[in-house]
């Protein structure tokens, strides 16, 4: 049943995504066709906008001769006030009215908001067309504008009186203006009467919604007057860079913008430009899909029970007894009886699986045979690998039972050497043979402590270097008696661990200088101090002993030269600094040392 209805909704799923293509590309072809007969009909709505700019510019051009005959100084609209010469505007059936100085400041408007706006900040443009008006007794007409600071769009005309210093504007609203040319219009709805029939809410394909203005971020609405969203920003600038369209899908809408080629018709001066927003609907397709869906699964599910129920019946006839007799004869296999027939004999896929496994069973009993012989050889083969192990690891406890035990007896040797060392020191009469024999101690202690500190860890092979400097540096301070108490001693090497042996050679050196910075560096009787840092830089390790004692170390002597001939031996560098007191710096390749 399962396969009837794959194959079903399959057939039945490329039949309605192949009809949903086609029915997609004819509305995509709809929509360019639609597009390409709005922008024929933006034609027929300039022709309207153009008349009703006209008329406008005829009643403007009316106004602008009264106001220069009753003003024919700037100072006289000046003193009118914005109160008076909004009546003034009203009575000649304006907008606004504006009078523009030489220096391109309104000085005097209807509109209070403009007053000392600098309209020759515009753009060059603009300031070179009123320039060009002022003294000269001629008119001018500005293709429809909207206003930057108020969205409203206008219709503009100015007049510069014959070798007047002033320029006068006024300004029709696009809403009124369309009134007095098409009474009970707007813009809105000239735009649905031209694109959309006028029906709202009738099926459409392509509808021009709004017509924009602007050369620059925010561009406005005709329509609405306003700025528009940024989603309708990015698709004016867009636009720009696709040759004059770009479009963005708005659930079951694309908004389409369009740059608009209008005729200038005789305008003086245009400073914006135009573009036409669209919004085309594919809900159709959208539609089409769900209802061509929902029939073609009706059919299917119809076809496949009827093949559901014809199948059933042809296959429990035909398969299924011969079936459960072959399951029963395996059954009898799984049992223990070898006497039972899995082949009916009648030759067909059915015999054939029967023959197949017979012919399994004899191969899987052979099989078991032999992992039966298989199975006793490796248990044989695990006890003998058992015995190996058990055997190793008795050898492995007995060695490191020998290691730890020798290790204890090297460092109780160690003890004894440096207990040996102390005693004569105690009973040398001579203070040179007393501080070799001290000297000689300390050497035995630092080896001493690596190796105590390696049978502590015994599974971590590397000294910390932060405890074992510290306990170099206390050992050797405790041989000096009163001095040690005077002398503020700081180790820091934290986190820094190495191997045994170069600890050892580390530990060397730094008792050799720890000791001389004791027997030198403080001869005055008056405190000080003594700093031990050791730490990584790049591929380095560094050691620095630094003291502010007034006393230098004495070249030539051994334990110098011993901490030289180490360094050395590490492949590393011990250089000295003195004033202010003494520093040794010890820096050696950080080959097998590492921070835990």
């Known amino acids: 049943m399962w396969a009837v209805l794959g194959s079903g909704l399959l057939a039945g799923g490329g039949v309605i995504a192949s009809g949903f293509m086609l029915f997609d590309r004819l509305v995509s072809t709809a929509i360019d066709s639609s597009l390409l007969e709005a922008e024929n009909r933006f034609a027929v709505l300039d022709v309207m906008l153009t008349r009703v700019e006209r008329d406008a510019a005829e009643n403007g051009r009316s106004a602008l001769l009264e106001l220069s005959r009753r003003y024919p100084s700037i100072g006289l609209a000046e003193r009118e006030g914005t109160d008076g010469l909004k009546s003034v505007a009203s009575e000649l059936g304006v907008s606004e009215i504006y009078f523009i100085r030489a220096d391109g400041v309104v000085s005097a408007t209807s509109f209070e908001p403009d007053v000392d706006m600098e309209l020759y900040a515009l753009g060059p443009g603009f300031s070179s067309f009123l320039k060009g008006l002022r003294g000269s007794g001629r008119f001018a007409s500005q293709r429809l504008s909207i206003s930057i600071r108020t969205s409203q769009a206008n ?67 005709f329509v609405h007057e306003r700025p528009v969203e940024e989603g309708i920003q990015a698709l004016v600038l867009a636009s720009k860079e696709n040759g004059g369209s770009a479009s963005a899908p708005m659930g079951d809408e694309t908004v389409i913008v369009r740059k608009l080629r209008l005729a200038k018709r005789g305008f003086d001066y245009a400073d914006s430009g135009f573009y036409a927003v669209f919004t085309a609907n594919r809900a159709i397709a959208k539609n089409f899909a769900l209802v061509s869906t929902g029939i073609s699964l009706g059919l ?141 101690r300390t050497r035995l202690g630092v080896v001493a402590m690596v190796q105590d500190l390696a049978l502590k860890s015994p599974d971590m092979p590397l000294v910390d270097m932060a405890r074992f400097l510290d306990a170099v540096a206390a050992d050797i301070a405790g041989g000096f008696g009163p001095l040690s108490g005077r002398i503020a001693r700081s180790v820091e090497a934290d986190g820094v661990a190495v191997e045994p042996g170069r600890a050892a050679d580390i530990g060397f050196i730094a008792a050799e200088l720890i000791d001389n910075a004791y027997r030198h560096a403080f001869r005055d009787a008056g405190p000080g101090s003594l700093r031990i840092v050791m730490a990584r830089l790049g591929d380095e390790l560094t050691l620095t002993i630094s003291d502010d004692g007034s006393g230098e170390p004495v070249r030539g002597g051994v334990g110098l030269e011993l901490a030289e001939a180490l360094a050395s031996q590490l492949k590393g560098s011990l250089s000295r600094e003195t004033g202010g007191g003494t520093r040794f710096e010890l820096r050696i390749p950080s080959e097998v040392e590492r921070t835990r």
């Not at 009134?179 to 809410?201: I, M, R, Y």
């Not at 160690?414 to 001579?430: G, N, V």
């Open 155 to 221: 219709s503009y005309q100015y007049f510069g009186p014959a070798g007047a210093d002033y320029v006068i504007e006024v300004s029709t609203r696009l809403g009124q203006a369309i009134q007095k040319t098409f009474p009970g219009h707007d813009l809105e709805s000239l735009l649905s009467l031209v694109f959309n029939a006028g029906d709202e809410k009738a099926p459409y394909i392509v509808r021009a919604v709004d017509i924009l203005a602007g050369n620059a971020m925010p561009y406005r609405s």
């Open 300 to 440: 299917i599910a119809a076809a496949v029970v009827a093949a559901y129920f014809l199948a059933r019946s042809s296959f429990e006839r035909r398969v299924m007894s011969r079936l459960e007799s072959l399951e029963a004869a395996m059954g009898r296999v799984a049992s223990g009886e070898s006497d039972s027939h899995l082949d009916d004999g009648q030759g067909d896929e059915i015999s054939s699986i029967g023959r197949s496994a017979a012919g399994m069973v004899l191969q899987i009993r052979e099989r078991n045979a032999e992992l039966s012989s298989f199975a006793r050889r490796l248990e044989e083969e695990v006890d003998a690998v058992a015995r190996r192990e058990r055997d190793l690891t008795a050898a492995l406890e007995a060695n490191q039972s020998l290691i730890h035990e020798l290790d204890h007896r090297v460092n109780n040797n160690l003890q004894l050497a440096i207990s040996l060392a102390s005693m004569q020191s105690r009973a040398a009469c001579s203070d040179d043979v007393r501080a070799a024999l001290d000297r000689m």
